[in-house]
């Protein structure tokens, strides 16, 4: 090893031990019942999220060294999901306990199921895509051709979003729906499953720990992957109460809190690590772990809501929505639309990247529901014109 290797190694040591001590105040406040002003607690609770999500990201990424079965993937994807998993369980939770079978009306506590659900998905397409793409046009100055590629991904985001647009029709997340969509999901794992495994490319801390003998890499990752499975499950109640109280006390609305600060915290290692992996000139790899961790989203972590609201009430029903939500879920769905038609030809140009990106920030400070129908126009408009384009550019080439 060169000392190049070493001192980048000890950097990534440094690294992964100081992302690892960001869940150690987390750690004293909820074993201690120690409480501040809910905007730190928030903070805190927030930072253990993100120090825990880095470190499965890492592990994760180390672990492709030794693993490759259906059934490790499975496993391995679900790990890599945790983070916003664990938020979404607490906010399904709560809407459950809340929740008045015989009066049916749709509480507070299950419009924010409804916010972090649809923000996250908003967030890693608007953000994480645009960013990839951008990022992958300023180094090279040409075009992500990622023909041969992302073709089963892009498969099962397009039904997923497909029932997206369904559950707004339906203003409910049904039961038959939700088994539907996890279903989807072990199917998509199950084909992934059975796609030939290349050697990934390990950069960083994932590089340092890959780079282990077998025995310890694989203690190593187990070590991480159990150490942030704990982090992520302790912060996840009190952080999503925190940025409740954080709300009344600032007169923020929480729905939109949670809409976009929870998923930040929990997708940002995500995104963060795709753009690493655009910066290093391999694109390819960071658009496609954005694109599956869309479908992962909108089919298991929908799916998986109903489940957990339906324990919660203690017996199994449909999600209920009312207007508001079933206009996020269409949003949401109008937005997969578009990502899908921009990256469908496989060839993107930063034209893609900047339509996603700004129009998720235009939408941003948009929150009446009035508001955002009209932003779902827009973006299903545009998708209609690129079709539209499309076959255009299509039929002069064979003519």
């Known amino acids: 090893m060169t000392l190049d290797n070493k001192n980048s190694h000890s950097a990534s040591w440094i690294l992964l031990a100081g992302f690892a001590c960001l869940g150690i105040p987390s750690f004293i406040m909820v074993f201690g019942g120690i409480h501040f002003h809910p905007i730190l607690d928030a903070f805190i609770f927030g930072m253990g999220i993100v120090g825990g999500a880095f470190l499965i990201s890492w592990a994760a990424e180390a672990a492709q060294l030794d693993v490759s079965a259906s059934f490790a993937i499975a496993i391995l994807a679900l790990i890599a999901i945790l983070p916003e ?3 979404e369980a607490v906010l399904a939770w709560d809407a459950g306990q809340s ?14 199921v409804a916010a972090n659900v649809t923000g996250a998905n908003r967030l890693l397409v608007g953000l994480g895509w645009s960013a990839v793409i951008l990022i992958f046009w300023l180094k090279r100055r ?14 099962m985001l397009s039904v997923a979003t ?28 199950w084909l992934s499953s059975t796609k030939e495994s290349e050697e990934p490319e390990l950069m960083g801390p994932s590089l340092a720990i890959g780079e282990q ?3 310890t890499r694989r203690l190593i990752v187990l070590g991480l992957f159990a150490y942030s499975a704990f982090v992520i499950l302790v912060a996840a109640e009190p952080f999503v ?4 109280e954080t709300g009344r006390d600032f007169g923020i609305s929480d729905f939109l809190l949670i809409q976009w600060i929870a998923p930040l915290a929990s997708e940002s290692p995500e995104i963060i690590i795709a753009v690493l992996f655009s910066l290093r000139a391999n694109p390819v790899a960071g658009l ?17 809501m109903v489940g957990i609201f ?6 199994i029903l449909s999600f209920p929505l009312n207007n508001m939500q079933s206009v996020e879920f269409l949003l949401t769905a109008a937005v997969s639309v578009l990502a899908i038609i921009l990256v469908l030809p496989r060839i993107i140009g930063w034209k893609s990247g900047m339509i996603l990106l700004v129009l998720f920030l235009a939408h941003l400070p948009f929150t009446e529901t009035d508001q955002r129908l009209l932003f779902t126009y827009g973006y299903l408009a545009i998708a209609a014109v690129l079709i539209v384009y499309q076959l255009y550019r299509k039929y002069l080439s064979k003519s």
């Open 241 to 244: 109460h925190a940025l409740v």
């Open 213 to 215: 003998s077998k025995l």
């Open 310 to 315: 339906s324990l919660s009430v203690g017996e």
């Open 85 to 87: 998993y664990a938020v």
């Open 142 to 155: 040409t075009s992500l051709n990622m023909k041969g590629t992302m073709g089963l991904e892009i498969l």
């Open 99 to 112: 929740y008045d079978a015989a009066s049916g009306a749709v509480t507070v506590e299950m419009e924010r």
């Open 162 to 189: 497909a029932v997206t647009f369904l559950i707004f029709f339906m203003q409910q997340v049904h039961v038959i729906v939700a088994v539907a969509l996890i279903s989807l999901y072990l199917v998509y794992l």
């Open 288 to 304: 496609t772990t954005l694109i599956s961790a869309e479908v992962n989203q909108l089919t298991l972590l929908v799916g998986s």
